[in-house]
């Protein structure tokens, strides 16, 4: 995604901050927004309350606090907790709490998933170059050298007089892709709401976290990204009261050879980018760290494995939609926030009390 969808949710949302604020009367709408170009994506802050100062030095910190955050988390920065842990051959490494905390929370979400989110996807990330300018479609043995660590079994967590320390095989790397812009969310939203900010949105380029609801108690609307067209049309909307929405979906970050598309999520069995019947999936959720993880396995799933995983997990707000482009797929969670804007597709209820 996402920027498409983000756009039209902010645009929707922002209609909704200013009445909030407008419709009160005696103070005039304050708020301070601010994007920059952060854990390789735009990010876009924008908070609302009475006080422009208090926010903008909210909006300050909060950036800061991406940043903080990124340096410890990225594959892409050589000092970060997670370069270090990829680069140590095998041994201990000392990491912040953070750190170890998305770390073991990752290992939860791959063995729940059944390795379909698998953190220790960092090599094949690397190998393939996806978004980058080496983009390249590597060889078999390639391939195969960058499963050699034999994924996030291998990796290990340990907690010693109040220190974290992380192992992994040497030869296997982490990549925390696919959730730590969701954890980031969290961790913004949670600080926000502690500084006693009433209205935000946290926009990571695809993680959705807001703060507040709309004035007359009614949800936000926010869009979701069609994934054929141009970014800002969307396909539906869901309404979301103080919540996250994430969405994960092969349209976004892909290169073309030979006439072939090869996107940025990888079946981890495989070290190819997922062959899924799914187009993408949205999960709405307070909970943004798992919403991130759980939308990318989903996708690597594909249909059958998602629906059976969904079956078990009735709680999860999840909206599929179909390669076939003819069907959106909803959760009897997501029935009751999810409207179809788009009448090309017909809905289909799965999942627990379907
Ligand atoms: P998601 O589906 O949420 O995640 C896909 C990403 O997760 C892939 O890009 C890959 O990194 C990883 N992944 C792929 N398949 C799997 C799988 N099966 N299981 C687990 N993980 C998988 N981009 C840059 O171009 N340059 C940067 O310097 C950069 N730094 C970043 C730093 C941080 C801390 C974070 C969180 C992201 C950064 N990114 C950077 C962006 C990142 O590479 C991904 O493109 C982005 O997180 C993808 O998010 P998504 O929501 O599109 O897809
Ligand atoms: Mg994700």
């Not at 770390?103 to 998933?113: N, V």
């Not at 034999?150 to 696919?178: F, I, M, Q, T």
């Amino acid at each position: 995604m996402k920027r498409g969808c983000i756009f039209a949710a902010v645009l929707l949302l922002a209609a909704g901050l200013f009445y909030l604020f407008a419709g009160g009367g005696a103070e005039s709408p304050r708020e301070a927004a601010g994007e920059n170009f952060r854990l390789g994506t735009y990010v876009r802050l924008r908070l609302v309350g009475d006080d422009k100062k208090f926010l903008e030095k909210e909006l300050a910190a909060a950036d800061a606090e991406i940043v903080r955050l990124e340096a410890l988390f990225s594959a892409n920065i050589a000092s970060s907790d997670i370069s270090r842990v990829n680069r140590a051959g095998g041994e201990w490494v000392k990491v912040g709490p953070e750190t170890a905390d998305l770390i073991k929370r990752s290992l939860a979400i791959a063995a729940e998933t059944d390795g379909a989110f698998d953190p220790a996807i960092g090599r094949v990330v690397r190998l393939w170059g996806i978004g980058t300018s080496a983009a390249r479609v590597p060889d078999e043995p390639e391939i195969r050298a960058a499963l050699r660590g034999g994924g996030y079994k291998n990796v290990k967590v340990r907690e010693e007089d109040g220190e974290s320390y992380v192992k992994a095989p040497d030869g296997l790397w982490l990549d925390l892709g696919a959730i730590a812009k969701g954890r980031v969310a969290d961790i913004l939203k949670e600080r926000l709401v502690s500084d006693g900010v009433r209205g935000a949105i946290i926009d990571l380029g695809g993680n959705l976290a807001l703060i507040g609801s709309s004035p007359d108690g009614r949800p936000w609307r926010l869009g979701l990204q069609h994934p054929h067209k141009q970014r800002g049309e969307y396909f539906g909307v869901v309404n979301v009261s103080d919540g996250s929405v994430v969405t994960s979906g092969p349209y976004e970050r892909f290169f073309e050879r030979d006439g072939v598309r090869y996107h940025h999520i990888f079946d981890p069995a495989t070290g190819y980018p997922a062959k899924s019947d799914l187009d993408s999936v949205s999960i709405i959720d307070a909970d943004s760290t798992r919403a991130d993880a759980l939308c990318t396995a989903l996708f690597v799933m594909g249909r059958a494995r998602a629906e059976k995983f969904l079956e078990k997990n009735t709680d999860l707000a999840a909206v599929l939609v179909l390669a076939s482009g003819d069907k959106v797929l909803v959760t009897p969670a997501a029935r009751e926030i999810f409207e179809l804007t788009d009448k090309k597709f017909t809905v289909e209820v799965i999942g627990g009390g379907a």
